[in-house]
Structures are given as C-alpha cells and as structure tokens.
C-alpha cells in the first residue's frame, strides 16, 4: 500500500479512504413459501441483477421441492467484486446486510446459504450479525446453513453436492444392472462439486479421462489419478489459480476437444450454457450428468434427446448441498451434530428415492416399492426427465396450495 492506494494483482488499483461510506446494491428474493421456511444463497459477484435473483430464487423453490425438504425458495446478496475488499471491508459489509436484513430473515423464515463467492467464514459473520444482542443465541443457528462445522455446520456439507451427483450416477448404473465400476467420465470444472465428484466416482472405481477448466484442460486415454489431480490443484502453493492446466501427467490439449473425448459420462460442474447444441452433436458419451446449474442451453436438450443421450438434470443432480443444508438446519434445531456416516446415510436414501421418482415419471411407470412412491406424480405419458423434475416439483407445491389452502 502506498498513499492509501492499495495494487492489486492483475486488477488494477483502489483507494482505501478510511471511515468514507460507499453505496452496495444488496437483495434478497423470497420467491415461495409454501413448503417452508424460504432458502437459498448468498451470492456476492459483481454482475449480479435483481432478474438474476428472482431467477435464482425461483430455481430454489422448484430444487427445495425436488429434494423434499420442507423449505421454499429464496436468494440473495450483493454487487461486488469481493476479490477486491480486504477482509475488514468484507467483513463490514457483510455485517451490515445482515443488519438491514434481520426482520426479513429467521430460522424459520428465511435462511440464506453460500453461494458464488462467500462461504463459511461470511455465514458466521451473518450468524453473528443475526444474534447480535439476542438472549437465546443458540436457538437461532439454524438462520443461516454452510456453516463451519465447529459452530453448528454439518459433517458433509462441503462434499454434499459432489456426493450427490455420484449418488445419481450410482441409481443410473444401477437400473442397468451395474455400477460405475470400470466406467470412463470426462468432467468440466474442478471446483467443489466437480473435484468431490470426480474423488467419490474413482473411488467407485470409474476412470477419469479428461477435465477442463478455467485454466487448462488435460486428458489422460489411460485415466487420471483424481487424488494426486486434488494434490496438484488445491495443495500445490505455486498453483495460485487452483486450475488443472499444466498437470504434468496427462496430455494438454484445447477446451474444444473435451468434448470430442469418447466417454460413458460427461459431468460439466463449472458455468451455465456450456452444452450447447453444437457440442451436444459433437458429445460421445452415454451420459450427460449435470453437476452445474444450467449447464445445458434448450437447443443441446434437443440434440441429445435426438442422439438418445441421457440426462441427469441439474436440478436433482446438484440437489445435494441442499439436502444436507436442511439436515443442518435440524440439528441446529435439536442442538445435535451428526457424524459424516449418518449424514451421507440420510442423503443416499433421499436423493436416490427422488430420483426414481423423477425417472418413473420420465418412463410413465408408477410405482410404489420400499424405497419410493411415485404413484401420485406421472403425468399417463412419457416425458424427458428434465421436464419430470418439474413436474415433481410443482406436484408436490400444488398439494400445499390445494390441501393446505395456502395462498399467498
Ligand atoms: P467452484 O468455484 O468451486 O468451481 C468452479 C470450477 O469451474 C472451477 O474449477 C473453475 O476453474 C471452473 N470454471 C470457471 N470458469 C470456467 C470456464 N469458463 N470454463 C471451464 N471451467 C470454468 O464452484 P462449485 O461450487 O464447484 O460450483 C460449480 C457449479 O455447480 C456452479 O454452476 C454452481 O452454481 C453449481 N452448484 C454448486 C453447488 C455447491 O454446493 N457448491 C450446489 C449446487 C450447484
């Protein structure tokens, strides 16, 4: 820092004039409510818009009402870059959205999660802002989920979205009488849920081919070694962008040919429209599981219907974070902590059940067995199962709507 300008890297310089007030734009949608409690992120970027929230909060309700936890829809948050405030200046501003937040918000109101550039440490700021002056603090953890597990966050929060997505992928291999076992996948994206959900499918014995992302993209005919991939990426200190580019044990070649890569499944876990329909006629895979939101445009869900190529739709497949942010939310209720056992019990069962929902529904098959019941959601003919997510969704909000009389 020099004459209070502070040089950041690659981006340029700002003026830290202290105590001077600045304006943030900050939001938070509540977009359903009749399943419970609204809940979504909190996002901090910098292209953020009140349209994008009241898209994403709606994406909430429908993924709440899919995974069956009894919350709603919502998200939120704030336009900024969060990469260029210091950490006094993030902490400041977090703080005081959540001051002006507080009578909109509440354990059993409204509870915000990470998103895009905030995480654990931001949601025990906004914990702290929530309770502030509050009697009863310890009642009232469960006003925001994603939290360090040492202050009320559950075990498998952070692999819960990657594991999942392998639970998915585990159900599609197991309706064809097999298991990923032996398997190949080629992956997009090595953040949170594409790193844990490529560790979880190797440990199921499938082959990593290939990965892309931000930095680079690699491929391996022979298999990538997802463990000392992990190392490479997020243990490294001289690897500062945390990107795949440059992995030594494998082949660098260009984002393009990704997708050109003979595989049994194509996982993206990176940004939204990435499966475009010319990528969805270049695509040699069986299986498109979605980990991202959104990844797929609606002309590549055209393509890969003609090319009869699967889907696991996002809006299941992602569904895990969620989940395990409501088992958070219970034992935040009950004063618990769970073991990572019991959390990952509870969540294989539950999204594997929503998924045979979805997939009877897709296949007009009601059924009732041990595991699930889809009898009151087919709709008496066949649909694609991006369309039976919704359809699952918007059953299961109707019956609140129709037997609860709710209105709103
Ligand atoms: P992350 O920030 O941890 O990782 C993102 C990854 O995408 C990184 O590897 C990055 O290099 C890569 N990437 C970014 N831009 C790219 C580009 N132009 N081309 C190729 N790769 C690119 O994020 P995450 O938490 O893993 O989230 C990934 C996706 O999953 C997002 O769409 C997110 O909305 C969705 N999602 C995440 C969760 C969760 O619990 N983390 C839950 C539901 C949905």
Redesign the pocket.
């Known amino acids: 820092m020099r004459d209070g300008v502070v040089r950041l890297k690659g981006k340029g310089l700002y003026k830290v004039v202290p105590g001077r007030p600045e304006r943030f734009k900050a939001y938070r949608v509540q977009h359903n409510q009749a399943r419970g409690p609204y809940k979504g992120?909190t996002r901090y970027h910098q292209d953020v818009s009140l349209d994008l929230f009241k898209v994403l909060a709606a994406e909430m309700t429908w993924?709440t009402a899919i995974a069956d936890v009894p919350f709603g829809g919502g998200k939120g948050g704030i336009k900024v870059d969060p990469k260029t405030l210091s950490s006094e200046e993030l902490e400041a501003l977090t703080l005081r959205y959540m001051y002006r937040l507080k009578p909109l918000i509440g354990p059993d109101l409204d509870i915000p999660a990470?998103?895009?550039g905030t995480d654990g440490t931001i949601m025990g700021l906004l914990l702290r802002q929530y309770t502030d002056g509050e009697r009863e603090r310890h009642k009232l953890r469960g006003v925001v989920t994603g939290k360090d597990t040492r202050i009320g966050g559950s075990e498998g929060?952070?692999r819960?979205?990657?594991q999942g997505l392998a639970y998915c992928i585990q159900e599609w291999f197991a309706e064809r009488g097999a298991t990923p076992a032996g398997s190949t996948f080629i992956l997009?994206?090595?953040?949170?849920?594409?790193?844990?959900a490529a560790e979880i499918l190797s440990g199921l014995g499938a082959r990593l081919l290939a990965v892309?992302?931000?930095?680079g993209t690699i491929f391996n005919p022979a298999g990538i070694d997802v463990n000392d991939l992990v190392s490479y990426?997020y243990d490294n200190p001289r690897n500062l962008?945390?990107?795949?580019g440059g992995y030594p044990k494998a082949q660098q070649i260009s984002?393009t040919d990704l997708f050109d890569i003979e595989a049994d499944i194509c996982i993206p876990?990176?940004?939204?429209g990435?499966i475009t329909g010319p990528v969805a006629e270049r695509l040699k895979c069986k299986l498109v599981a979605e980990?991202?939101?959104?990844?797929t445009t609606p002309e590549g869900d055209r393509v890969m219907a003609k090319r009869g190529i699967e889907l696991i739709p996002?809006i299941i497949g992602?569904?895990?974070?969620?989940t395990v942010s409501y088992y958070e939310w219970i034992q935040n209720k009950r004063m618990e902590h769970w073991s990572e056992t019991e959390v990952n019990g509870r969540l294989e069962q539950a999204i594997k059940s929503n998924y045979r929902i979805i997939r009877d529904i897709a296949r007009n098959m009601p059924r009732r067995t041990a595991t699930h019941n889809s009898s009151r959601y087919t709709i008496g003919k066949e649909i694609d199962m991006r369309t039976a997510a919704m359809v699952l969704a918007l059953k299961r909000i109707e019956a609140h709507y129709q037997l609860e009389g709710f209105s709103q």
């Open positions: 992120g993924k990470p998103d895009v929060r952070v819960a979205t990657g997009q994206g090595f953040g949170n849920v594409g790193s844990n892309n992302d931000s930095g990426v962008r945390r990107t795949v984002k876990a990176a940004l939204g990435e980990g991202a939101n959104d990844p996002d992602n569904a895990g974070g969620v």
